[in-house]
């Protein structure tokens, strides 16, 4: 079994994305969900009631802090407020994981909060390892990136998505979180087969897994568009990918991402229950 | 899409984030070149993707950050003017919370709503109370520390208020229309508020102030004493009330903390 994890202590069960209108189902029926992530972003306020239920799920729950804020793939330089901001909050909450997206979303102080694709080329790879070293060396923590969802590729790419990670995390030391939505998405809209990224994908790295569901549309041309809203269960093709991936790395910290339409708690704990029943499964066919 | 068949053609269109940027908040702009679909060819409509997610988010933001507005406005009016709104006022921080804080000036020229003259005070006390919100804690003190101080102690002392603490000087009932829309409150009748947004707990809350009130916390909050902060009320307000000033802010949790050097 593969395991050079080193960048996280959440354990090897299911999580969900916390929404505060969980807050009591979570401390009363936690069910299958052994450990939350939060969006950096959102605890980034002086005190309040966000930041005293977090101090408060922090004490039942280890924690994985999640940033969609960083701008790791930015032209320009990383904010200095923000990542301040963003130790200051890991400082207080020691959390079990950090994680970033490979993405950017700020240019010329504009953020616009999403995730904009990179090309993969030569220049990218140098300002992403700038970059995740900055975050590193600055936090005095690891942090685990997250591969992105794609609608359209960039022709100036020269590196595969897997390739491009690998080189990423071997330059910069960071673990990864695997979206296996992500790359059931991207698999679809660009047209590649999931399995062969996954094949390419460095798995041995794998820190955490994502799970999510996701919307469909067309392009102009009729041509399948899957969106990564995080408003549904996750789909069948995106568990199937997910014992793929376990079956090859063991039991993995995997989170529920659930966003928008935001379910009722036993819903979401419906579906870290199967996540949990398939790495159990998976576990037993293969023992560590 | 391999690494073959991209490396055989070379001197690819690159496309720059300032491009990529200005044609996600350009619902007009041509899709940069270089953005392609898996066949290789101009992306257009996956380029849509990132537009309509980009200007969602900042809208949905907007809506769940001004719900007063949102219901004067109306849900379909506030989707649109937020699009016009986000893309000359895109965010300039990563904190969501506090999005929008542009908007009292924008809804002052926006032509939808140059007409509705109290939306800006409305828009600040929205804002206000979302700091408020996420400001830091901060325990009151016990009434009784104040009442016991002798007078002259009492004059040269200086109170910390909240963080959460702000006053608002609005030239129009934003509290009266805030109260009516969101707790059953009665028909705002016309003239202007100064309120007092303040937190008791985790609830941001607003109160009304007695006139002079306003002056007088405004100074407290800069850090003057307790008897600079009363002498400028009360030489602005000549029947500036201290009891029912201290009254609310004793009511409104504001004062946690007296500094008597």
């Given at each position: 079994m593969l395991d050079q994890r080193t960048n996280t202590t959440l354990p090897d069960g299911a999580g969900v994305g916390y929404k505060p209108q969980h807050f009591q189902d979570l401390l009363n029926a936690p069910g299958a969900v052994t450990w939350l992530e939060i969006h950096a972003e959102n605890y980034m306020g002086d005190g309040g009631r966000q930041i005293a239920q977090l101090r408060h799920l922090a004490e039942n729950f280890p924690i994985?802090?999640?940033?969609?804020?960083?701008?790791?793939?930015?032209?320009?330089?990383?904010?200095?407020?923000?990542?301040?901001?963003?130790?200051?909050?890991?400082?207080?909450?020691?959390p079990a994981s950090f994680s970033e997206h490979l993405a950017w979303s700020t240019h010329d102080s504009a953020f616009l909060n999403d995730l904009l694709p990179l090309p993969y080329t030569k220049d990218t790879l140098t300002r992403v390892t700038a970059h995740i070293n900055e975050v590193q060396e600055l936090l005095g923590r690891k942090m685990l990136l997250e591969n992105p969802s794609s609608y359209l590729a960039f022709a100036e790419s020269t590196w595969s998505e897997p390739d491009f990670i690998r080189e990423v995390a071997r330059r910069t030391g960071c673990g990864l979180l695997l979206d296996v939505n992500n790359v059931f998405i991207s698999a679809t809209n660009l047209e590649f087969e999931a399995l062969d990224y996954l094949d390419a994908y460095p798995l041995d790295l794998v820190e955490e897994i994502h799970l999510a569901g996701h919307d469909e549309d067309a392009d102009e041309l009729g041509r399948k568009l899957l969106i990564d809203s995080h408003g549904k269960p996750v789909d069948e093709p995106v568990w199937a990918l997910f014992d793929h991936v376990i079956a090859r790395t063991g039991a993995r910290p995997a989170l529920i991402e659930w966003d928008n339409d935001v379910p009722n708690w036993d819903v979401l704990e419906n579906e870290a229950a199967r996540a949990t029943a398939q790495m159990a499964a998976q576990t037993q066919k293969v023992p560590a | 899409m391999t690494q073959d068949t991209l490396t055989q053609t070379p001197a690819r269109a690159t496309v720059s984030q300032a491009e990529f940027r200005a044609a996600i908040l350009n619902a007009q702009a041509d899709v940069p070149e270089g953005l392609v679909n898996p066949d290789g060819q101009q992306a257009s409509k996956r380029f849509?993707?990132?537009?309509?997610?980009?200007?969602?988010?900042?809208?949905?933001?907007?809506?769940?950050?001004?719900?007063?507005?949102?219901?004067?406005?109306?849900?379909?009016?506030?989707?649109?003017?937020?699009?016009?709104?986000?893309?000359?006022?895109?965010?300039?921080?990563?904190?969501?919370?506090?999005?929008?804080?542009?908007?009292?000036?924008?809804?002052?020229?926006?032509?939808?709503?140059?007409?509705?003259?109290?939306?800006?005070?409305?828009?600040?006390?929205?804002?206000?109370?979302?700091?408020?919100?996420?400001?830091?804690?901060?325990?009151?003190?016990?009434?009784?520390?104040?009442?016991?101080?002798?007078?002259?102690?009492?004059?040269?002392?200086?109170?910390?208020?909240?963080?959460?603490?702000?006053?608002?000087?609005?030239?129009?009932?934003?509290?009266?229309?805030?109260?009516?829309?969101?707790?059953?409150?009665?028909?705002?009748?016309?003239?202007?508020?100064?309120?007092?947004?303040?937190?008791?707990?985790?609830?941001?809350?607003?109160?009304?102030?007695?006139?002079?009130?306003?002056?007088?916390?405004?100074?407290?909050?800069?850090?003057?004493?307790?008897?600079?902060?009363?002498?400028?009320?009360?030489?602005?307000?000549?029947?500036?009330?201290?009891?029912?000033?201290?009254?609310?802010?004793?009511?409104?949790?504001?004062?946690?903390?007296?500094?008597?050097?």
């Open positions: 994985s802090v999640h940033g969609v804020g960083a701008s790791i793939g930015g032209e320009s330089r990383l904010d200095p407020e923000h990542l301040a901001r963003l130790k200051k909050l890991l400082d207080w909450l020691n | 849509s993707v990132y537009r309509n997610n980009v200007v969602h988010s900042l809208s949905e933001a907007m809506l769940t950050g001004f719900p007063v507005l949102t219901k004067l406005l109306g849900d379909e009016f506030f989707r649109e003017m937020a699009k016009v709104y986000l893309r000359i006022h895109p965010p300039a921080s990563q904190l969501m919370m506090h999005y929008g804080a542009a908007l009292p000036g924008f809804l002052e020229s926006f032509p939808g709503t140059l007409h509705l003259k109290y939306l800006p005070d409305v828009a600040r006390l929205e804002l206000a109370l979302r700091r408020a919100y996420h400001a830091g804690d901060a325990d009151p003190i016990d009434p009784a520390e104040l009442t016991s101080l002798g007078q002259h102690d009492l004059m040269e002392a200086r109170l910390t208020l909240a963080p959460a603490c702000e006053v608002l000087q609005a030239k129009w009932p934003a509290k009266s229309i805030w109260d009516f829309n969101m707790a059953d409150g009665p028909q705002p009748s016309a003239g202007g508020e100064d309120i007092l947004i303040s937190r008791i707990g985790f609830e941001p809350k607003t109160f009304l102030l007695p006139e002079g009130a306003a002056e007088f916390i405004s100074s407290l909050l800069k850090g003057r004493s307790f008897g600079t902060a009363l002498g400028l009320a009360t030489s602005n307000t000549p029947d500036f009330d201290l009891t029912a000033t201290l009254t609310v802010l004793i009511a409104a949790q504001a004062i946690t903390g007296i500094d008597r050097d």
